[in-house]
């Protein structure tokens, strides 16, 4: 087969391999972070949970305690509250933050005590009634990405927040004292208002789908360069 060098067309090609391949190649790593979330999260929600000293030795060791179940003694700082604008199971409202003690520290935990619909916040609520606080460890978002870029800007006068970064969640709290800790924990308590238990442990996983797509449309866009590019016999 003979093949007529086209140079518009080469180079619109190669650009558009270049592209797909990239697209390919970056699903190919969010299916790999996408499979060892789920494992992760499988192989320890359902763990008794552990002393607050555990995660916060596994982040010294450099180990990632996401989603690890913590029991933690101690009791709430103060009855005010971030609420954090998110939705669950399709309807919209707020998560609720208060700032945890645990005894015998000076550290400052922040709580995720569960979701409230929107039409259902209220400036406090009845503290838990347990004998200590449980709840999975979660990393603070990172403020930034897409999602960072685009959300609304935070109303501190007003309790409301539109990201769980962790500097403007403690400053919300800054009277209260004590040492940051670096992540939160979502609580496991069966609490109705708000509601506990909403930490989403169900991932879909459709990068497979991804990688398939746009490798085999680089190999769909290489196929029409070669059938272009033929010269015609004669």
Avoid: C
């Avoid at 995660?55 to 010294?60: D, E, K, Q, T, V």
């Avoid at 347990?130 to 999602?147: D, I, K, N």
């Avoid at 989403?200 to 059938?227: D, P």
């Amino acid at each position: 087969m003979r093949f007529r060098f086209r140079p518009v067309l080469t180079g619109a090609t190669l650009l558009g391999l270049i592209v797909l391949v990239s697209l390919g190649t970056w699903q190919v790593r969010r299916l790999a972070w996408k499979e060892d979330l789920i494992a992760k999260v499988e192989a320890r929600v359902d763990q008794p949970p552990v002393p607050l000293g555990e995660p916060l030795s596994m982040i010294g060791a450099g180990q990632d305690p996401e989603y690890l179940p913590v029991e933690v003694q101690g009791g709430f700082l103060t009855d005010r509250t971030a609420h954090v604008f998110g939705t669950y199971d399709g309807v919209a409202g707020w998560y609720v933050f208060q700032p945890f003690r645990p005894d015998g520290t000076d550290e400052t935990l922040l709580v995720n005590r569960g979701f409230v619909p929107d039409e259902a916040r209220q400036p406090t609520y009845t503290p838990p009634d347990a004998a200590a606080m449980t709840g999975l460890v979660r990393r603070f978002e990172s403020g930034r990405g897409l999602a960072a870029a685009i959300a609304p800007p935070d109303e501190p006068a007003a309790g409301s927040y539109f990201s769980r970064r962790a500097d403007p969640l403690y400053e919300a709290f800054a009277d209260v004292g004590g040492t940051a800790l670096p992540f939160y924990l979502d609580s496991t308590l069966p609490t109705a208002l708000p509601e506990g238990g909403t930490t989403r442990i169900e991932f879909s996983n459709r990068h497979l789908g991804y990688v398939l797509t746009w490798y085999g449309l680089a190999a769909a866009l290489l196929a029409v360069y070669l059938a272009a590019s033929r010269a015609p016999k004669g």
